[in-house]
Every structure is written in structure tokens, then in C-alpha cells.
């Protein structure tokens, strides 16, 4: 039976698509094309286009951020807590648009898409892409939806590194940038999770050098463990302790190697889940993107310097239980974005679930959205 969706939904969306002909310059030295973007839109845009919003997405997200695509449906999209009627990001006021990533998975092209010069799948032959890559061709977007200037662009994570490459690459091309649970680059030790994690994705028996596809296989064992690595790092000690603590699924100890920890039950479901809605060649795709990103490798190391052409005024939040990508590196783009001169405000949230805690609605994280883009939406003139 079809469900009531909430009052403060975007409700029913349906994905739209942009076809692509000219090719993309791609950092590695490649060129892509041509290829399809997917993206949704929320709200609607006002006559003078000043009230458009771009949200990028992180690694496992894609161009569903909020509403639903049936009544059907289980869950919203990835960000529908602060997209909708109401919310932070309130399509009454705001057109919201939202787009898939390059290389990722049932959105735009990716690697199980099938290349028009060879009548396969794109597997491994899918080029490595990067941050800036993903800017361009969301410029091409914009474009395409005849808006000369974002009010805003907002994202967490990966996503916020989106919104610092835009500020870097499109200075005029947007007027605010929301830089959300961010760092600069990656640590050494996210390198290695990352690097960990594809490992266990190139090594299943099943991955068939990127060519699974073909063989009517998934490498599920590697992209469940890549996908159980990954979701620890992005809960906090405190988090995994509230809810798991050392519960034992059974009540007691068999002294056996099958699940007898809720946090393994809670981590193998998680796996498992993973599997059915990812791919595993994005996923290598994705986590190499987010090692490669370092804007200040293009400005003898000086992050600062990169940050010079930026015109936008930038909100950068925090976490204090995101282990993965600190406060302190936060700072460190704020210290930056303070000594090019640039307009930065800064909110450092007290929570306690880790890096996932962007996608939630703590109180101080929604007041300090709600205020910040309460000036972004009267400049908009909405």
C-alpha cells in the first residue's frame, strides 16, 4: 500500500538527464564522451535564476539527495533531513539541484555503462577522475540550466571538496560555498584506509580485473569488507559504544569465529547491504578521487595561495566526534581562507556519531545552517 509521505517532503521526484556530447578534458590527460549526466532538481527557480543551490555528494551518494521516487519507497534520499519544505535547504525559498558524479553508479556514466567503442562494459577502461574533473562538468550543467551563478554550493565530505575546487576553479560562478566535515587533503592514515579498502576489492576472486560484469559476478566478498572499513571510520568511538557497547547477539560467549558481537552482526549487514546497491569500480573510482584532491599542490604547497581567485563567502562546519576528517582540519581551511583575505565563517557542532554526523539534524547544526542560509536566500532576493 502506497505510504503518506511527510508533509515537509520534496514528495515524488523523477531524475533527469543531460546528454553530453562534447568531450571532458579530464586531468589524467584523457578526454571523456560522450556521456550522460544524471541529476535531480528540488523548488523551483525564480525569474531572475538567483536562487539556485548545488549540493555535491559524497563517496556512496549519488543525484537523489531528498523526496522519494514512489510511494513506495523505503527511504529518501541521502540528504532529505536538510532538503525540503521547511528545511535548511527550503524549496520554498531555493531550487536545489543536485547532481550523480561521473563514475559513479546508477546515475551518470559510469564504469558498468557500456563504451560506445567497444560494445562493453567501461569496467576498468573507465578513466580515473578527479574533484576538478567533477567540476567541469557540473559548470556544464549550470550552464545547461541557464544559471550564471549559484546562490550557494553545499556539500560534506567528498562533497565539500567539490565546493572548494568550485570556489578555486569558477570564482564567479557562485556566491556562497558551505564546506561541510572537510579537509584540505588526506591524511597519510586516509590514504591508507582508502588503499586498504581497494585492496580487498582487487583481490576477491570475483573481480575478474575490473571485468566482472562479463562473467555475471559481483566481487561482493571485497566491496562488503571495503564497505565494513569504511563505515568505521565514519562513527566515533562513542557512537559504536552507545549502541553496540561489547552486547553479545546470542547473550553469550561460544567461543567460535561465526557473529557473536552485535558490531559484527551490525557491520556484516552493513557489508552485505552495500553490495546490492554499489559498485565496486566506483568505489575505487571514488576513493581515488578523494586522495588525489590537494588544491595547494597547484600553489607550491601553500593552500592559502590556492585559495587566492575564491570570490565566494565560505561557511565551513565542523564535527567534534569526526575522527576522520577532524575539526582541526577544518581550521586548517579556515586559517587558509582568513589569510587570502576571503569572508569565512566557522561553526564547530558538539556531536557525538563521527563523520556521517553532516547527514543528521543535531540543533546548533540546523540553527547554523538555517542562519547562514537565511542571509544567502536574502541576498537571492527570495
Not at 582541526?328 to 589569510?339: F, G, K, P, Q, T
Request: net charge negative.
Amino acid at each position: 500500500m502506497p505510504r503518506t509521505l511527510p508533509a515537509n517532503s520534496v514528495g515524488i521526484v523523477t531524475p533527469q538527464s543531460l546528454q553530453v556530447a562534447e568531450p571532458l578534458p579530464l586531468d589524467c590527460g584523457k578526454t571523456f564522451g560522450p556521456y550522460e549526466l544524471v541529476f535531480e532538481t528540488y523548488g523551483e527557480l525564480n525569474a531572475d535564476r538567483s536562487n539556485a543551490i548545488l549540493v555535491c555528494h559524497a563517496l556512496s551518494g549519488n543525484h537523489h539527495a531528498a523526496g522519494y521516487h514512489s510511494e513506495n519507497d523505503d527511504k529518501p534520499g541521502w540528504w532529505d533531513k536538510c532538503i525540503g519544505p521547511g528545511k535548511p535547504f527550503d524549496t520554498n525559498r531555493f531550487f536545489v539541484v543536485c547532481p550523480a558524479n561521473l563514475g559513479g553508479y546508477q546515475g551518470s556514466t559510469g564504469p558498468g555503462d557500456h563504451n560506445p567503442a567497444t560494445g562493453r562494459p567501461y569496467g576498468p577502461d573507465f578513466p580515473v577522475v578527479t574533484v576538478a574533473d567533477w567540476v567541469r562538468s557540473q559548470r556544464i550543467l549550470q550552464r545547461h540550466l541557464g544559471i550564471d551563478c549559484w546562490a550557494a554550493v553545499a556539500g560534506g565530505s567528498l562533497g565539500a571538496m567539490q565546493v572548494m575546487q568550485w570556489s578555486i576553479d569558477y570564482p564567479e560562478a557562485l556566491r556562497h560555498a558551505l564546506v561541510i566535515a572537510a579537509a584540505p587533503r588526506l591524511s597519510a592514515q586516509n590514504i591508507a584506509f582508502n588503499e586498504i579498502a581497494r585492496q580487498a576489492i582487487v583481490t576477491d576472486p570475483e573481480f575478474h580485473g575490473g571485468r566482472y560484469y562479463e562473467h555475471g559476478v559481483v566481487p561482493r566478498r571485497g566491496l562488503m569488507l571495503a564497505r565494513m572499513l569504511g563505515h568505521i571510520t565514519y562513527l566515533s568511538d562513542e557512537a559504536m559504544r552507545a549502541k553496540f557497547g561489547r552486547d553479545l547477539r546470542g547473550g553469550r560467549i561460544n567461543y567460535g569465529f561465526d557473529v557473536e558481537f552485535q558490531v559484527e552482526s551490525y557491520l556484516r549487514y552493513q557489508g552485505q547491504s552495500f553490495v546490492d546497491r554499489f559498485d565496486a569500480n566506483t568505489y575505487l573510482l571514488m576513493t581515488k578521487a578523494l586522495d588525489y584532491f590537494d588544491p595547494a599542490a597547484r600553489a607550491d604547497g601553500k593552500l592559502a595561495q590556492a585559495f587566492a581567485p575564491a570570490l565566494a563567502r565560505f561557511l565551513v562546519i565542523s564535527f567534534t566526534s569526526d575522527w576522520r576528517f577532524s575539526p582541526a582540519r577544518s581550521r586548517e581551511i579556515v586559517d587558509a581562507l582568513v589569510d587570502a583575505g576571503k569572508h569565512v565563517s566557522y561553526a564547530e557542532i558538539t556531536s557525538d556519531v563521527g563523520h556521517d554526523d553532516f547527514l543528521l539534524t543535531m540543533p546548533h547544526y540546523v540553527r547554523t545552517l538555517n542562519g547562514y542560509l537565511d542571509r544567502v536566500a536574502e541576498e537571492a532576493g527570495v
